[in-house]
């Protein structure tokens, strides 16, 4: 079993031993690391064409996430992490690469846990992932995850609606680098791309992720935790996103309108990096998660200027604002 696999367990284990929302909860006050390591080429691969990036000097924006993720599921599944890790749902995500990470770059990941904060639905923790290369911080990300519990007079946390049961893979982002906030940037953009998105896309982010959740899985699985059907991953569905953005909205690979799978498998035509590199390489990105995407699913990309959404009918499941190196 990996190391993710035996976090899940763990996690599985020792949830309904904790009680969300108890009275002097504190966080863990040291960090998960993993020492300076090469990003293995061939999983690197299979993620930039699921996601469909397209630039091979650079990782995806959102790749040294998927790299973190075991030591923060590490983290919140320890006995002195205060929240259950079943039922906790990623609401919120912000990146910021203050330069572009490379393939051939040796990262050391940190995680920690920075804020436990109330929210209106319950307590939301902050979780906090760095990027370093030779002691420099190249990266860095700040996920919000929510507890739901009775909370009464809580004021704080976002407006975001939660996504999934259980967590998913599902660092301070400098404030005069942070995107506007992505629910209000969403209203009204324009459809520029339909993605036709199979009902094995969670086993095949699962594979090359490592995030293989039940709930992303199978139908029966996903129903365990109150699903209908499996759901896509919604770090999937950011980096999908951010994709389109960075080949040029509307083509790309497997996103043609009505022709793609939005799986980097589809039909779509497909644009030149030169089109990316004028509108200047994106920095930063918050996303925030709005509902799940039943697996399978036809859903619509929409963007104008520096926001984006993802919807299926009238139901939108991602708003996103991004930065642009200028």
Same mark, same amino acid.
């Given at each position: 079993?990996?190391?993710?696999?035996?976090?899940?367990?763990?996690?599985?284990?020792?949830?309904?031993?904790?009680?969300?929302?108890?009275?002097?909860?504190?966080?863990?006050?040291?960090?998960?690391?993993?020492?300076?390591?090469?990003?293995?080429?061939?999983?690197?691969?299979?993620?930039?064409?699921?996601?469909?990036?397209?630039?091979?000097?650079?990782?995806?924006?959102?790749?040294?996430?998927?790299?973190?993720?075991?030591?923060?599921?590490?983290?919140?599944?320890?006995?002195?992490?205060?929240?259950?890790?079943?039922?906790?749902?990623?609401?919120?995500?912000?990146?910021?690469?203050?330069?572009?990470?490379?393939?051939?770059?040796?990262?050391?990941?940190?995680?920690?846990?920075?804020?436990?904060?109330?929210?209106?639905?319950?307590?939301?923790?902050?979780?906090?992932?760095?990027?370093?290369?030779?002691?420099?911080?190249?990266?860095?990300?700040?996920?919000?995850?929510?507890?739901?519990?009775?909370?009464?007079?809580?004021?704080?946390? /976002?407006?975001?609606?939660?996504?999934?049961?259980?967590?998913?893979?599902?660092?301070?982002?400098?404030?005069?680098?942070?995107?506007?906030?992505?629910?209000?940037?969403?209203?009204?953009?324009?459809?520029?791309?339909?993605?036709?998105?199979?009902?094995?896309?969670?086993?095949?982010?699962?594979?090359?992720?490592?995030?293989?959740?039940?709930?992303?899985?199978?139908?029966?699985?996903?129903?365990?935790?109150?699903?209908?059907?499996?759901?896509?991953?919604?770090?999937?569905?950011?980096?999908?996103?951010?994709?389109?953005?960075?080949?040029?909205?509307?083509?790309?690979?497997?996103?043609?309108?009505?022709?793609?799978?939005?799986?980097?498998?589809?039909?779509?035509?497909?644009? /030149?990096?030169?089109?990316?590199?004028?509108?200047?390489?994106?920095?930063?990105?918050?996303?925030?998660?709005?509902?799940?995407?039943?697996?399978?699913?036809?859903? /619509?990309?929409?963007?104008?200027?520096?926001?984006?959404?993802?919807?299926?009918?009238?139901?939108?499941?991602?708003?996103? /604002?991004?930065?642009?190196?200028?």
């Amino acid at each position: 079993m990996t190391a993710l696999g035996m976090s899940l367990l763990r996690g599985a284990v020792t949830s309904p031993f904790k009680r969300a929302g108890g009275p002097g909860a504190t966080l863990p006050t040291d960090r998960e690391v993993l020492p300076a390591t090469p990003t293995a080429p061939a999983p690197l691969a299979a993620y930039r064409e699921l996601c469909g990036f397209t630039d091979p000097e650079t990782l995806p924006l959102t790749y040294p996430h998927v790299l973190g993720f075991p030591l923060a599921m590490r983290l919140m599944t320890r006995r002195s992490f205060p929240l259950p890790v079943l039922g906790l749902v990623h609401t919120w995500i912000e990146i910021t690469a203050h330069r572009p990470p490379r393939p051939q770059d040796r990262l050391e990941l940190t995680v920690y846990a920075a804020e436990l904060t109330p929210h209106r639905r319950g307590t939301e923790v902050t979780v906090v992932t760095e990027a370093r290369c030779a002691g420099e911080t190249v990266w860095e990300s700040r996920s919000g995850y929510l507890s739901r519990h009775a909370a009464s007079g809580a004021t704080g946390g /976002t407006a975001a609606r939660p996504q999934g049961a259980p967590v998913r893979a599902d660092a301070p982002v400098a404030a005069e680098t942070a995107p506007p906030d992505a629910s209000a940037a969403g209203a009204g953009l324009p459809a520029l791309a339909e993605w036709r998105l199979p009902g094995d896309l969670g086993r095949r982010y699962g594979a090359v992720s490592g995030d293989r959740n039940p709930i992303h899985l199978h139908p029966l699985t996903a129903r365990l935790f109150g699903f209908p059907r499996h759901i896509a991953h919604g770090m999937w569905t950011v980096a999908r996103c951010l994709a389109e953005a960075e080949t040029g909205a509307g083509a790309g690979p497997g996103t043609g309108t009505g022709t793609g799978t939005g799986t980097g498998t589809g039909t779509g035509s497909t644009s /030149t990096e030169s089109g990316a590199r004028d509108r200047g390489r994106i920095r930063s990105v918050r996303a925030e998660f709005k509902a799940p995407v039943l697996l399978p699913a036809t859903v /619509t990309y929409a963007a104008a200027a520096d926001a984006f959404l993802l919807r299926g009918g009238d139901r939108v499941h991602l708003t996103g /604002t991004v930065v642009r190196e200028r």
